[in-house]
Each structure stands twice: as C-alpha cells, then as structure tokens.
C-alpha cells in the first residue's frame, strides 16, 4: 500500500517569492508521482508528473518537481509565485493499483 | 462533452435523505473514479469501475454508499440515510483504461451539504 504525507497544510507567501510545497511517500513497490492543482471553485488539474526518466519534472506555468528515490519525496517548487497561483495543491502516487493515492493537500495563498 | 461533467453542481439536503449524485465520463473512457473531497482531509478512494470488470468498492465508507454505471458510460453514486458528515465534496474521474498507469480527469464536483 501506499500513503502520501503533505508536510504543510497552508503556506502563505508574498508574490515574486520562491515557494516550495513538501511531499514524501512511502511504498514498497516503484510509483510514479504527481502533482494535481484545484484554483477556487474549480476541478483537480494535473499539474505535473513524474514516471520515469529524468528526475526533473517541469509544468507550463514554472512549477517543478524532482523526484528524490533515496529521500522518498517529490517536492513541488517555483522560484517566484503569482497571485494567479493561489489554489490548493495535492500530492499523489500511483503504485501500479487502479487508484491514485493522495496527500491532503496544501493551501498555497500568494498575496500582494 | 470534452471533459468529466457532474451533477448536480451543489445539493442541499436534509440529514435522513437518499441523494444521488451523476458522472459523465470522458466519451471513450473505459475506468472511471469517484472520490471525496472532505476539509482537511484530501481526496479519499470510494469506488471504481473498469470496463464490464466488478467495480472495486473498498473505499466506500459504509453500506450507505454505493454506486452503479449503466453501459459501461455514466455513472450514479448514492448515498442513503445522509448524515451530516456525508457532506464533502464529491468528485468523479475517468481515464483510458486502469490496467496501466492513464491519467486521470476529474470533473468540477459535486458539493453536497447535509444539514
């Protein structure tokens, strides 16, 4: 079985700050890792997503993720974070079972 | 439609009331997912189909739930004898196939309160 921990339920930042988002799993068996994004009122977009080859994965919107086999982790990081970026962002590993196990998510609140 | 549509968006009810809550997947979408969305506690497994295959129920909370998909497309979850922790919110997903990793896409939810 796998299990997903978000080590931070809320993280406030000021725009134009770098942010980093925490994740570590535990498995027994290789995953493959995401990160999904919900903005307000709105549905679970994949935001990016790691299943082999480089560790360094990148979304659109200058997110990224590396994953970390030793440290079992795959923190999501952005170098300087807009207001647009406010939403809560989940956390989740696929370990070869039809469902996605997720993290309970941080809230991620860029203000002026 | 081009993406996972749910309804109703949000349902109010009374604690004791059946609900039942719909998903349309992805045309072509052969596994679909329903999960639910409590504060503070992430996304929790409840249920999920592939194909003509039995569904997979392990993550449903209690014999209240349950849920059905009719030709293999649009699925129905309901929930009987709602009780005030029943409200959450409730999201569907579908994907190509389960049988390898496929990615997930999640309709907009549905955001049930019992009062």
């Known amino acids: 079985a796998q299990s997903v921990t978000q080590l931070d339920s809320q993280v406030p930042v000021f725009e134009e700050a770098p942010v980093e988002l925490r994740c570590n799993y535990s498995?027994?068996?290789?995953?493959?890792l995401f990160w999904y994004v919900q903005y307000p009122n709105q549905g679970l977009q994949l935001l990016l997503k790691?299943?082999?080859?480089?560790?360094l994965v990148e979304s659109i919107n200058g997110f990224e993720a590396e994953f970390n086999k030793s440290q079992t982790s795959f923190h999501l990081r952005k170098p300087s974070v807009h207001i647009s970026d406010t939403a809560e962002y989940f956390c989740?590993?696929?370990?070869?079972?039809?469902?996605?196990?997720f993290g309970k998510g941080t809230k991620l609140t860029v203000n002026p | 439609g081009a993406g996972v549509s749910q309804s109703p968006s949000n349902k109010v009810t009374e604690k004791g009331k059946d609900v039942e809550l719909r998903c349309d997947p992805i045309?072509?979408?052969?596994?679909l997912y329903w999960y639910r969305q409590s504060l503070g506690q992430g996304l929790e497994f409840l249920i999920y189909?592939?194909?003509?295959?039995?569904?997979?129920k392990s993550g449903l909370p209690s014999d209240r739930f349950s849920a059905e998909r009719t030709g293999g497309s649009v699925s129905t979850l309901t929930i009987q004898r709602t009780q005030q922790e029943d409200s959450a919110v409730y999201l569907c997903?579908?994907?190509?196939?389960?049988?390898?990793?496929?990615?997930?896409?999640f309709g907009p939810g549905t955001r049930l309160t019992v009062l």
């Open positions: 997903a579908s994907s190509a196939t389960s049988e390898s990793y496929n990615e997930q896409f």
């Open positions: 498995s027994s068996v290789s995953v493959y």
């Open positions: 790691y299943l082999s080859g480089s560790t």
């Open positions: 989740a590993v696929w370990g070869g079972s039809e469902k996605l196990v």
């Open positions: 045309s072509g979408h052969t596994a």
């Open positions: 189909f592939q194909g003509n295959s039995a569904p997979d």
